[in-house]
């Protein structure tokens, strides 16, 4: 029911920023806690940062943590990622979720979510 659609990836160099959205195609987005993964080649998709539904509530990966951050505009029906200082480790393919259920609490399992988007690739050269 919840459609997700993620932009703004790209290649950068080691050091620099990106700014990723997550656009919803859903009225009631604001009641939905969401969250960014990612899964770069060979490994599992792991989790980057979430928000809870009202936005008062955010997670971070200890790997993220002081770099990225996470928010949301539930006016825009959109949730972005705000990447500062990226690293080469940092390269992978970026999702956008949401959670199963409305008015649910920011998790960092991916479990908890539901409804997924396609995808953007982040590159980061050294």
């Known amino acids: 029911q919840v459609q997700l659609a993620e932009s703004g990836g790209g290649l950068v160099q080691a050091g620099g920023s990106l700014r990723l959205s997550c656009a919803a195609s859903e009225r009631t987005f604001s009641r939905f806690a969401m969250g960014w993964f990612r899964q770069a080649p060979g490994k599992e998709r792991e989790f980057v940062a979430s928000i809870s539904w009202g936005g008062g509530t955010t997670y971070y990966a200890d790997s993220v943590k002081g770099r990225f951050t996470i928010s949301r505009d539930n006016a825009k029906n959109t949730v972005s990622l705000q990447m500062n200082s990226l690293k080469p480790e940092d390269t992978a393919i970026y999702y956008c979720?949401?959670?199963?259920?409305?008015?649910?609490?920011?998790?960092?399992?991916?479990?908890?979510?539901?409804?997924w988007g396609q995808g953007t690739q982040v590159t980061v050269s050294s």
């Open positions: 979720a949401a959670e199963k259920g409305v008015y649910r609490p920011a998790t960092t399992s991916i479990y908890d979510y539901e409804y």
